[in-house]
């Protein structure tokens, strides 16, 4: 997604400022007003900042799932960041120092064992795994599919997008992913928590699963897999009160908006590129005072297809 809009962006003129950390916005704060003032940021090494004008507009990420995830490979693995470094934390937590309309990132942040998974990507030399997944799942998995193995105790996952997965991705190359909900948790097979493993370890774990065991040698000598362990990817979902999370556009707000996972948009539901985007537009609408409506989101609980499905699963034992 992002190549292409960079490239729609650019070709509109938009200036792109690449290695730059916002640190703080100044907010002046009058009556039941707040006017953001000043971009500060880091750039190469220096502080700079930023004057804003009456028309500009900030659009601020506040959180990120993916901040400070740390990696692994093949041999290595990924240890845990509970420093807390990315950019858009620190940004927030200096936003909600200047008034409690700005949200409370602590929230969401104060409990990594609880919002951290770990997930894994494998860059493979042939269709092999495809091959097998498909003859074992009965279904086109390499057309695209997702396969959830309910008895690891790892929660495995494991995700095979149709190919290729990137632009320019080689012929001769097949990537896939999975994740693990319960990275802390021993293996079936490799008796060691996720968190624990390293690239090579997870693979094992979840051929074994699979029962793939005559092609582990095959698909190991085949495959790099690089390893993610993300402290706050589930950090949207922790328990909160409605004023943890701040409005798209904060009230008294004049040039300044959320746009993140971690703003507040009723009814809807994180975790998904849609609820970004539905923050963009409440954003930009709002504060351009555009008269066209939010994209609408589907309403599952007043589907009765949905009802039914949900009260057959309720009474399936």
């Known amino acids: 997604m992002v190549r292409p809009i960079v490239a729609w962006l650019k070709a509109r003129g938009v200036r792109l400022e690449m290695g ?14 707040k006017t953001a003032t000043r971009l500060r940021y880091r750039q190469g090494g ?55 309309d700005f949200g409370r990132p602590a929230a969401f942040v104060s409990k990594i064992d609880h919002s951290k998974w770990e997930s894994f990507t494998v860059t493979a030399d042939d269709s092999s795994f495809f091959d097998r997944l498909e003859a074992f799942s009965g279904s086109r998995a390499g057309k695209g599919g997702l396969v959830t193995i309910k008895d690891s105790s790892w929660l495995l996952t494991v995700v095979l997008n149709r190919q290729p997965h990137f632009y320019e991705q080689p012929k001769n190359v097949w990537v896939w992913w999975g994740y693990g909900l319960f990275p802390d948790k021993p293996g079936n097979f490799v008796h ?6 390293t690239g090579r370890e997870i693979l094992i774990e979840l051929l074994s699963h699979l029962r793939f065991t005559e092609s582990i040698p095959h698909i190991l000598d085949t495959s790099r897999v690089i390893t993610a362990m993300m402290p706050y990817i589930t950090a949207q979902f922790m328990p909160r009160v409605r004023t943890d999370r701040p409005k798209v556009i904060p009230d008294g707000s004049c040039n300044l908006a959320f746009i993140s996972q971690f703003c507040e948009i009723p009814d809807d539901v994180v975790f998904t590129v849609e609820y970004s985007v539905r923050a963009a537009q409440t954003a930009v609408f709002g504060l351009l005072d555009v008269q066209r409506s939010v994209s609408p989101f589907y309403k599952g609980e007043h589907d009765p297809r949905v009802l039914f499905d949900a009260w057959k699963t309720l009474h399936r034992y």
């Open 20 to 33: 730059a950390e916002v640190t703080d916005i100044d907010v002046v704060i009058e009556g039941g007003q």
């Open 46 to 100: 220096e502080d700079r900042a930023i004057d804003l004008a009456e028309r500009d507009l900030v659009f601020v990420t506040n959180g990120s799932m993916t901040s400070d995830t740390s990696y692994g490979s093949m041999d290595r693995i990924p240890v845990l960041n509970t420093e807390r470094t990315g950019g858009s934390w620190r940004l927030w937590e200096h936003l909600a120092a200047k008034s409690p």
């Open 192 to 197: 060691k928590p996720m968190s624990e493993c």
